[in-house]
C-alpha cells in the first residue's frame, strides 16, 4: 500500500510540474478564466486538484482536441518590422533608384561620346602630317 501511495504522490508531483510549465509558458491570450499568475498560485497550493482544472479549464484547448474543434476567430496579423530584403515596398525602390541611375549613366556617357566624336571630326587627320 506504502508503493501506490509513493507512486500517486509521484504522478501528482510530475502532472503538477506539466502544469506549471505549461502555465507558465502558454500566451497570454491563451490563458482562460483567470489572471496567469493565479493560476500558478492554484497549482502551487493545490497541486492535483489545480493541475487538473488548468488542464480542463485554464487554457485554450488545441483544434480538434477531445473530438472537437475549437471556434477559431480571424485573428488580425501583427504588423512586424520586415527586414529590406523582405520588404516589397523597399525593393521597389530600390529598382526605381537603380533605373534611374542607370538612365543617368547611360546619358553620360552618350554625352560623352558625342564630344569625343565631334572632337574627333574637329582635329585634322594625323595621317596627313609628314612623320619626323
Known amino acids: 500500500m506504502a508503493r501506490l501511495y509513493v507512486l500517486l504522490f509521484l504522478v501528482q508531483i510530475v502532472l503538477a510540474v506539466c502544469a506549471l510549465i505549461s502555465c507558465l509558458s502558454a500566451d497570454e491570450e491563451k490563458v482562460k478564466a483567470l489572471p496567469r499568475m493565479i493560476w500558478v498560485l492554484i497549482i502551487l497550493f493545490f497541486p492535483l486538484v489545480g493541475s487538473i482544472a488548468w488542464f480542463l479549464v485554464g487554457r485554450e484547448r488545441p483544434a480538434g482536441a477531445a473530438g472537437r ?16 530584403d ?25 554625352e560623352d561620346l558625342r564630344r569625343r566624336e565631334e572632337d574627333l571630326r574637329r582635329r585634322p587627320d594625323d595621317r596627313d602630317r609628314p612623320e619626323v
Open 69 to 84: 474543434a475549437v471556434p477559431v476567430t480571424p485573428a488580425v496579423p501583427a504588423r512586424r518590422p520586415l527586414a529590406p
Open 86 to 110: 523582405d520588404d516589397p515596398e523597399f525593393l521597389a525602390s530600390l529598382d526605381e533608384r537603380s533605373r534611374r541611375e542607370d538612365q543617368e549613366r547611360l546619358r553620360l556617357w552618350e
